[in-house]
Structures are given as structure tokens and as C-alpha cells.
């Protein structure tokens, strides 16, 4: 009884494990980085301090978004495009 517990157990952790690499498509960065660059020119307070053209820093970096193959380098195109 416990061997079939402890194997029930191993296959439900095992699901869960698998559920969570799930790929994100290309479409899905496309809608995040869009969601990123609105809530920055919505929220944030300091463009007249660092003199950033929002506008440009989306034609810049959206693009790349296009070449995205992994969640680290989606953040960088972030970090970038922030920073």
C-alpha cells in the first residue's frame, strides 16, 4: 500500500514538474513587451529627467522581440530597453 502511495505521488509531482516548462511563443513576448512598454509610458514619472524618447525605445527594441527564443533573453531585450 505504501509503494503504490509514494508511486502516486512521484507521477503527480512529476505532472506538475512538466506543466510548468511550457514554451511561450513568439506572440505571447510580442504581447507581454507591449504590455511592458504601456504600462512604462503610463506610469512612469521620470522622462523629463532622462530625456527618453518612449516612442524610439519601441521602435528600437520591439523588433527584437521577433528573435526571443528563451525567458533570459526576452528580459534582456528589457533590461535594454529600460535601462
Same mark, same amino acid.
Given at each position: 500500500m505504501?509503494?503504490? @502511495?509514494?508511486?502516486? %505521488?512521484?507521477?503527480? %509531482?512529476?505532472?506538475?514538474? %512538466?506543466?510548468?516548462?511550457?514554451?511561450? *511563443?513568439?506572440?505571447?513576448?510580442?504581447?507581454?513587451?507591449? %504590455?511592458?512598454?504601456?504600462?512604462?509610458?503610463?506610469e512612469?514619472?521620470?522622462?523629463?529627467?532622462?530625456?527618453?524618447d518612449?516612442?524610439?525605445?519601441?521602435?528600437?527594441?520591439?523588433?527584437? @522581440?521577433? *528573435?526571443?527564443?528563451?525567458?533570459?533573453?526576452?528580459? *534582456?531585450?528589457?533590461?535594454?530597453?529600460?535601462?
Amino acid at each position: 500500500m505504501k509503494s503504490t @502511495v509514494f508511486i502516486f %505521488f512521484l507521477w503527480l %509531482f512529476q505532472s506538475f514538474a %512538466f506543466g510548468q516548462n511550457k514554451k511561450i *511563443t513568439t506572440e505571447q513576448y510580442k504581447q507581454d513587451f507591449d %504590455f511592458f512598454w504601456t504600462s512604462i509610458n503610463d506610469e512612469y514619472c521620470y522622462f523629463d529627467k532622462k530625456h527618453t524618447d518612449w516612442l524610439q525605445v519601441k521602435e528600437i527594441y520591439y523588433p527584437m @522581440v521577433d *528573435t526571443v527564443t528563451g525567458r533570459d533573453q526576452f528580459v *534582456t531585450i528589457l533590461e535594454k530597453a529600460f535601462g
